[in-house]
């Protein structure tokens, strides 16, 4: 922190003499500021600005007190106020420094990069600002500005080896690949015989760094290659990282196609490391044998006789071998010495044979297993019994066999119920049935076995929240958090970034929304009793419905909103690496977190927030645009409405208290206004709310190819542009084929949309019309307004109908095209007949 | 310093869970939450030592042993001997040896604190816990005890049984 207030003292008093007086009291309150004396400093300003209320370089520094003093709010408008009193950027070079210095730490990085761009330019002599220049723009991937930044200041300080290396990166950035090189080199040169053992490693980094981009740089051109492992050669004896020093070298012989001598590099990487299956699948490749199974049969029994005891040796050629017998005899030797041994993981390790190809593996393994399951006496080998039947277990579970794979739990728990992982995998197991209650209870029986297991816990937690228990998830995860200031857990996992449990709640949250909704609706359905008490009593019983779905609503997706702050925490602490990793020299490093933070916003996680509030945002805006249509609202005057205006008064005072007790039970963040979003989805404009901290920042960092086109597509239909949803549809088409049904689904959305009697701009939709025409002409697109026409039948004809995500759509989406939801409702419930039943009961429960 | 395959460890606080889950499954006996809890328990004035340990086979847990020294009667300085409250093996790892280790520890206890007497409880119709404590030196004392348990699914009458040295 210091160090970047640093800079600014030292510049303005080399240049106090000459100055009027006001200047001479902001250099005394600069001086002030930089000793962290905030308080003096802010009075010495204030009496300079008494005298000359508009002395920008002084409101500057005033703001930037009170925002070090915490009060930020005043601190915004003493800068914008300074910022007001300047034309364009012109203003002394002190005060814009302040002002960059100002908007670096509200994390306004361009505005910073700015004013401190302007300070320079205004005459500014402090050659520091270079460094926090070129630190800014690296922050924003504004590679151009930043080498000419990271050259200045490398100018002005050459004797320290990170600008070198700063240099040389930030040309790499701009694909001058040969300028980095000779940058580094030029550096090695001056450096020759003068390094340290404490510099040995730093060195070997930026060597290796080197012979990266001169990879790079040479991408198949044979002979830069081969200088480029003339450089490898020579710098061998410097470098650390031998596994990267022998990677790359294989790599080149490669590309040269010089295959034999990249065979002995990958064995000796191999005798490294005999565990690395990559290794042996680059041995395969560049022994030209990977498409031969004969061959490559008697590698892996060679390399299994050198190395007995790894793993890749003995498990990939069960990848291969399509032969039934050889399969059988391979993998029994593969499997039985490990239930032998009572290896709990024994079927982590087989798993992924499963994927490839069930229909040869499956019953393999299975008659394996359970001919050695029956061999193996449950007292005379205890150990054997109990992962053997772990192992089954997990195995039926695989293959949905159910009832199979409660049986072999079951046995397991009977016999040892001490152990964990068996409680683990029973709940798992009741868990695909869709039995989420009795899973999460059974998962917490082990847990309580022993309490400091922190997986148990996490895993606990996760089954509570699942069967929507969130308060018991909540009592379960506090156990291993601080909970020194609140009533709970929930505002330090806040503080600890824990996404996968806030997520999760999220998602429990509106789950107990819609289920509240749902309650609520089958009572306002039911017939008004005419006893005056049991219409009290549903008038109570409405009113907290209505409590507990408006709660729930708000608590989900203020949840979700915390996401989107985790993620621009993650990108915004890339900043200190900017010059931390040029210190460092650790250059490789630093580029492979460059590459990252380009795509943070794509991350799973992410990716999971972001779809859960699009759910809930086009909720919000479809509900919006019905309430908009229905200008009569229905009459909310319910007959025993009209109480006393003391029973009344008493009733707002018994709910407002609860709301206080809800929101100190519930709170995430410390001092927060809006503990139960109710702002959040009171928004009028969801849409933009949902581009704003949720979607911009997913679009920056995908790529096309792997872009949601579904989620684009519901999102720009929303925003009323159909060209843009074609769009996304087409691209959809393009990956997933023109008879996916969730083609046919998003078709009929958009035609919906098209129609004569939709209310959207007549040349949208006409321009609609023509790309539909063109991407899809065997869509019938003039039967759009026949009422008569059966766009189900045409579906069901022309798409894959099977597809349960696209019946969804169409489901969810309520088109005026398909009056007929039984028929989909019946398709659905078809469509569900495939799925396991925790998927069915999801379904079942919250869509239709 | 090489491990065996059946270890013994201290009970904590935190695995008291699977501890109580050995008892519970093996014993036809019900146990109140205090009888665990009072291996911990500070406040508790009555100053009784406890003995107790968990039994591994692997890293499996699977025997439990929890003993205290016996007061006096007249409330003199010297103790009576020990008193196994329970010692339990799951089913399925027994003759393995791991009730002798964890009887052997006990054993080992009555020598540290000088005692000569161990005492133990078992269901009379238990014909297998009454032989293996037989066999290891144990000597039924006095007659059988009608109803000595109550909350049980097994019999509720039960023997003394004593190991001198």
Known sequence: MSRRKGGVVQRASSAAIGRSKDDNNLIEALKLYEGKNYKKSLKLLDTILKKNSSHVDSLALKGLNLYFTGQKEDAESYVNKAIDKIKDTSASPIGCHILGIYMRNVKKYKEAAEWFQASLDNGSTNKQIYRDLATLYSQEHDYKKLLASRKAYWEEFMGYRANWTSLAIAHELNGQRQEAVNVLSKFEELAAGKLGDAEAYEHNECLMYKNDVMYRAAKNDAAKLESVLENLDAIEPQVFDKYGWLERRAAIFMKLNRKQEASKVYRAL???????????????????????????????????????????????????????????????????????????????????????????VAPIIEKIVTAFYSSVDSKEQPTQFVWTCYFLSQHYLLL?????????????????PTLVELYILKARVLKHIGLLSEAAETINNGRKLDLQDRFINTKTVKYYLRANLVEKAIEVVSIFTKNDESENGVVDLHLMEASWFIVEQAEAYYRLHLEHQQRLQELENEEVPTDEEKQNERARCIKELIYQTGKYKGLALKRLHAIPKFYRQFEDDQLDFHSYCMRKGTPRAYLEMINWGKR????????????????????????????????????TTDSVAKKSNKKAKKEIAAMNKRKEEDKKKLKAYENDEDVLGEKLIATKTPLEDFAQYFYNAYLSDVKDTEKDYVLEFGYQLRCGKLALSLGALAKYADVHGKSDGMVGALTLCLLDKVKDSSPLDPIAKSLALKGLERHFPEVPLDKRDDADYDWIEFFTSNYDASNLEALLTLYRAHLTLVSDTNGLKEMIMNALGNQEPRIQNVILKYEL | MPRGLVNLDNVYQNNLGTFSKIIEVVLPVFYPEKFYNELFDAKDKSKQVFFSKMAYYGEIAVGALKAKLLPSKSGGVAALGVYIE???????????GIGSQLLQYIEDECKEHFQHNIYVH?????????????????????????????ETDGSTDAYVLKKHF
């Open chain 1, 270 to 360: 191999i005798k490294r490391n005999p565990d690395n299956a990559a290794y042996y699948k680059l041995l395969e490749v560049s022994l030209d044998i990977h498409g031969n199974s004969k061959l490559k049969k008697a590698l892996y029994e060679k390399l299994q006789k050198f190395y007995p005891r790894a793993d890749p040796p003995a498990f990939i050629p069960l990848t291969f071998i399509t032969d039934g017998d050889e399969l059988t005899q391979k993998m029994n030797d593969y499997i039985v010495p490990k239930l032998k041994r009572g290896v709990p993981a024994t079927f982590c390790n087989v798993k992924p044979l499963y994927k490839t190809n069930s229909a040869l």
């Open chain 1, 600 to 635: 943070v916003y794509t991350l799973p996680l992410y990716v999971r927030a972001l779809k859960d509030a699009a759910k809930m945002y086009f909720s919000i805006f479809d509900h919006l645009a019905e309430s908009a249509d229905e200008e009569n609202e229905k009459p």
């Open chain 2, 122 to 150: 078992v269901a009379a119709n238990n014909e297998d816990s009454l032989k293996w404590y037989q066999k290891r030196g144990f000597e039924i004392e006095g007659e059988i005890l009608k109803g000595y348990y109550k």
């Open chain 2, 86 to 96: 329970v010692l339990a093996v799951l089913d399925p790892y027994r003759e393995k």
């Open chain 1, 400 to 416: 949905k066999d159910f009832s199979k794979a409660t049986e072999y739990a079951d046995k397991a728990l009977e016999h040892t």
